[in-house]
């Protein structure tokens, strides 16, 4: 006669179809968390001096001489330009450099920041 208590399972046995975890494939897809970029953008005017901007981009953006110019006469001509793609903290910091350097010398330079 069998014990009223015996332990259900044996070593060996196959397993249990009835435990909810038992062969179930999970898959996790990895999500990589990419921080948001932010396009710095330079807006053109009529009054502030070309060479101004070109110290500016050259200052605050690392640009060479030759880049500065390329990149000024870009705004000048179709009126916005692109000088940079960074972390929100780096274009707000970028902006505001900029936006202080004009204001020190009265130029009406506009620059300004936008999500990529
Ligand atoms: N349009 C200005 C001028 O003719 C030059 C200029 C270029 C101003 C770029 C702003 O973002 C600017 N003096």
Request: glycine share 4%.
């Amino acid at each position: 006669m069998r014990p009223p208590f015996a332990h259900p399972f044996q070593l060996g046995d196959p397993p249990s179809r009835n435990d909810e975890d038992a062969d179930l494939a999970v898959k996790t897809r990895p999500r990589t968390q990419r921080p948001p970029l932010y396009k710095v953008l330079l807006l053109n005017d009529d009054f502030t001096p070309m060479e101004f901007v070109v110290q500016v981009l050259e200052r605050i953006f690392g640009m060479t001489h030759a880049q500065a110019i390329e990149i000024m006469l870009t705004v000048h001509r179709k009126g916005v330009a692109v000088v940079g793609v960074f972390s929100h903290e780096i274009a707000e910091t970028k902006v505001a450099q900029v936006m202080e350097l004009a204001r020190r010398q009265q130029h009406p330079l506009q620059c300004t920041m936008e999500k990529e």
